[in-house]
Structures are given as C-alpha cells and as structure tokens.
C-alpha cells in the first residue's frame, strides 16, 4: 500500500471514529439517565446473583460435612 492509500485509509477511521464518538455523546444526552439507571440495575442484579451463589457454595459445602460425617459413621 502506497502512503497515500494509508492516508485515506487513516483519514477515514479518524472519521469514522469521531462519528461515533458524536452519536455516543448525543445518545448520552438524550437517554444517558435511563441507561445510568439501566446500567445500576443491571450490577445490582448481577451481585445479588452473586451473593445467591455464594450463599449456596456454603450450604453446599454444609451439606457435603454432614453427608461425610454420616458415611464416617458419625452423627
């Protein structure tokens, strides 16, 4: 590729890019609240996925105690 082709091709992803930078900042204008909101949802439901899955580990690993200790003939 000659310098020239790699210069249009420069000019034209600087453009591009700029073009989405625009669109993403008059989106975040427009509807940025809502997708704020939409975004806060989304982690608040993702940690409480998180503590669920904790919180069955634990039962989990209880529950493998006490079978072991049942096959250990134990209580």
Do not use: N, P, R
């Amino acid at each position: 590729m000659d310098k020239m082709e790699e210069m249009k091709k420069t000019l034209k992803c600087a453009k591009e890019h700029l073009l989405k930078e625009k669109i993403m900042a008059k989106l975040d204008a427009k509807i940025g609240k809502k997708l704020d909101k939409m975004a806060d949802l989304a982690v608040e439901m993702m940690m409480s996925k998180w503590e669920m899955k904790k919180e069955m580990m634990g039962k989990k690993q209880e529950m493998m105690e006490k079978l072991g200790a049942i096959m250990s003939g134990g209580k």
